[in-house]
């Protein structure tokens, strides 16, 4: 019965909002509806609809996806300081973390379905009614470890939250176990998803040992950068206290991680280009442009300008504590990454193709339509998720056993 | 009246393409289950919604599933359609051998092999383009351009030039991919004086990467060496695709065009049968021809005999002598991957 209050209680709360909120989910409702339109065509005329082809068979969906798993890990930057150093500030606001990953894998879920061909057979890779190809095929430890991740952050956040809403005391040896496994498993899935790429010799520029351990640099510099801003905005907001030391310290985080980046990316470039064999012509097309096609150097250039711009807005105290400051850092930092995981990686690995085809990929409409639908759904679901997560926290969310009573009477 | 009934019958298969949009797919099947209605395709398309894995069915539902095909395929393309599922045969291992010396770049091998498999094929409203298996690719002779003029460039460039040249000037001027050649080649007349040609195809590795990364196990080997693909269980991920250094494979990015004055009725059920969009194909041995001890299509119409075919595990086959006494290699051995498709010359 308390579920069901629960339940009720947390969704009355998460739905009911002023007008700000109302214009805001509207304004991802058009979204969604474009999505909506977007998938019908795809699923009724096939992939045909996209930019794709046998040169270029992954694009902007497979990006997003990649890029999505590093968001949906980096809750960990919350999770760790907070359990592991026993962190005040952030412990206050963990779950707004565990909301963001919820929303991330299901984003990834929502790509992953726009890049299948047949979505209709997704059950041939659920295990045990479908066949899973596990240990071999990488693809299969990708879904086993997003769904296993998915399900943590489900089981700790609700149950964090069932609990603080009904004033019982959490079972410590269940929830900190939890916490400690979602803490290991954040870093597996972004480096599993490096493995699926990185796996393969056919593309060179993806075959590279540093592929998954630049993934989660990266995944935790744009994703405590998307949780900044969502905290800017809930301190604005709603009467949720987030301290000034909690944005800090992600802040930080977010500076270490985007200093190694950038190293990486200057080892990258100094092992391929240097001895610049046929392995490098990946990303001397995307540095420079090749054969005529020179679709991504701007993207590849403007990304490492934006993260070089956040890196040194970042590196400063005086700027990196600055509050007026921080916000367009992390915007610029957040797009950055994306352009980088994106454009910078996962579409030049494409170019050229194994027998030495040059040929560029331009996304459709459609694809831009549903990659953008993806992400309105996707913040949509945050929102909502983290606004019911708010209220709990706030206490505005309470089990009352006296409301149960009046009913009765 | 023949006519007459063709547009019907046309129109009405629109409608039920139309209709398997997934959901409205299983519909139209329910309801020809519930109706008892013999429309081949709508209980074609609802039985393999739910249908298991080709190598985990029992023989009795291979051929079940096999019959159900014949009957939707002889309706959808007005002519009797068989659809062979012949194992492979014991003491049988496939291997290819291509002789780069004799290929004159014709591609007959490329169009024979469209017409046996039933790959979609071009449509002039531009909704479909013709898949190709096998891409002849044109290498230029010499492959570098030598210019007596550039012997004294390179870098660094000329006021740098008392430490000695580090990139001869001629280093820039090779077509610069993996290659080194292109598969778009239009000759007013084959063989041209200036090129040579190599053909590319899937080459049946006996370590195949496209395999070891399919997530659903839609695509394996079989006991007689090539590499299949269950067209009714691939998800369409196309991490296969990503997997191949060959570029063997293809995808049916929307609905196959296939006329029916254009299909071929002998067909294998992991071979050559119609595909539908969304999935994966490739080359696979012509097994509707080489599991009956036939030639595959493009050996057949090939004009100048450079391509063999034959029994690897046989040491009189042609394939097995040609390994034996001619200079063979093979692409890309340092992906370790053992492919059984062979180039020689004499």
């Not at chain 1, 962190?87 to 929303?103: C, F, N, Q, T």
């Not at chain 1, 209220?391 to 006296?402: A, F, M, T």
């Not at chain 2, 298969?13 to 329910?30: M, N, P």
Request: glycine share 8%.
């Amino acid at each position: 019965m308390k579920m069901v209050n629960f339940a009720t209680d947390f969704l009355c709360y998460a739905l009911k909002g002023g007008s700000k909120f109302y214009t805001w989910l509207l304004f991802l409702g058009f979204f969604i509806m474009i999505w909506a339109y977007g998938n019908y065509t795809q699923i009724s005329q096939g992939m045909i609809v996209t930019g794709l082809n046998d040169q270029v068979s992954w694009g902007l969906y497979m990006s997003n996806f990649v890029f999505l798993v590093g968001v949906a890990a980096a809750a960990v930057t919350i999770v760790f300081p907070a359990y592991v150093y026993n962190y005040k500030p952030l412990k206050d606001v963990v779950i707004i973390g565990e909301m963001l990953a919820i929303s991330a894998v299901i984003m990834c879920i929502l790509f992953v379905l726009s890049h299948m061909g047949r979505p209709d057979r997704l059950w041939h890779i659920m295990p045990v009614i479908g066949i899973l190809n596990w240990p071999n095929s990488m693809l299969t430890w990708d879904v086993i470890v997003l769904n296993v991740y998915l399900g943590l952050n489900v089981v700790c956040g609700f149950y964090y939250m069932y609990k603080k809403y009904t004033g019982e005391p959490v079972n410590k040896v269940f929830y900190m176990t939890l916490v400690y496994v979602s803490i290991v498993w954040a870093l597996s899935i972004h480096t599993v998803t490096g493995f699926l790429l990185n796996t393969m010799p056919t593309r060179p520029m993806w075959f590279h040992s540093m592929v998954p351990i630049k993934f989660i640099v990266t995944a935790f510099s744009a994703g405590p950068a998307f949780i900044i801003l969502a905290f800017f905005i809930i301190r604005k907001n709603t009467k949720l206290e987030i301290k000034d030391e909690a944005i800090n310290m992600l802040s930080t985080i977010i500076t270490f991680c985007l200093s190694i980046s950038l190293f990486l990316t200057l080892c990258e470039i100094v092992t391929e280009l240097y001895p610049s064999t046929e392995h490098s012509f990946s990303l001397k097309y995307l540095l420079f442009g090749k054969h005529g096609l020179s679709g991504l150097v701007g993207f590849f250039w403007a990304s490492l300008a934006m993260n070089i711009i956040a890196f040194i807005l970042l590196i400063n105290p005086r700027t990196r504590k600055n509050h007026a400051i921080l916000p367009y850092t992390c915007a610029i930092l957040f797009v950055g990454i994306w352009i980088e995981k994106g454009m910078a990686f996962v579409l030049p690995g494409m170019t050229p193709s194994p027998i030495g085809e040059f040929a560029e990929y331009t996304p459709s409409w459609i694809e831009i339509g549903n990659s953008l639908g993806a992400w309105a759904i996707g913040l949509a679901i945050f929102t909502i998720l983290a606004k019911g997560a708010i209220g709990i926290q706030l206490g505005d969310v309470k089990y009352s056993e006296v409301k149960g009573e009046q009913y009765e009477k | 009246m023949e006519k007459d009934n063709k547009i019907e019958k046309k129109s009405r298969r629109a409608f039920l393409k139309d209709a398997s949009v997934k959901g409205a797919g299983a519909l139209a099947g329910a309801a020809a289950l519930l109706t008892g209605s013999d429309d081949a395709e709508a209980k074609a398309t609802w039985a393999e919604h739910f249908q298991k894995n080709y190598r985990l069915m029992t023989d009795e539902e291979k051929k079940e599933s096999a019959e159900r095909l014949e009957k939707r395929y002889s309706e959808e393309y007005g002519k009797k359609v068989t659809v062979g599922i012949e194992p492979a045969m014991p003491g049988v291992l496939f291997g290819y051998a291509l002789n780069i010396q004799k290929c004159i770049g014709c591609r007959r091998c490329v169009h024979a092999c469209v017409k046996e498999n039933n790959q979609s094929r071009h449509d002039e409203n531009g909704k479909a383009t013709e898949i190709q298996w096998i891409r002849v690719i044109r290498m230029e002779k010499g492959n570098f351009a030598f210019d007596q003029n550039k012997m004294d460039q390179g870098y660094p460039h000329d006021k740098n030039f008392k430490h000695g040249v580090q990139v001869g000037g001629n280093a820039y001027t090779n077509l610069g991919t993996l290659l080194e050649g292109q598969h778009y080649y239009q000759p007013e007349k084959v063989p041209e004086k200036d090129a040579f040609y190599f053909p590319i195809q899937c080459h049946q590795c006996e370590k195949p990467p496209c395999v070891k990364v399919c997530p659903v196990r839609t695509t394996y080997r079989d006991p007689d060496g090539v590499v299949v693909i269950d067209y009714n269980w691939c998800i369409g991920c196309r991490m296969c695709m990503g997997a191949c250094p060959y570029w063997a494979r293809r995808f049916n990015w929307g609905k196959p065009n296939l006329p029916a004055e254009d299909m071929n009725p002998k067909t294998h059920y992991m071979g050559n049968r119609p595909r539908m969009k969304g999935v994966v194909e490739k080359c696979h041995f012509c097994l509707q021809r080489s599991r009956k001890g036939r030639y595959t299509a493009c050996i057949e119409v090939c004009p100048v005999g450079a391509r063999k075919f034959g029994n690897l595990l046989d040491p009189n086959s042609e394939v097995r002598k040609i390994l034996d006494r001619k200079r063979v290699f093979r692409l890309k051995v340092e992906m370790n991957t053992y492919p059984k498709f062979f180039y020689f010359v004499d």
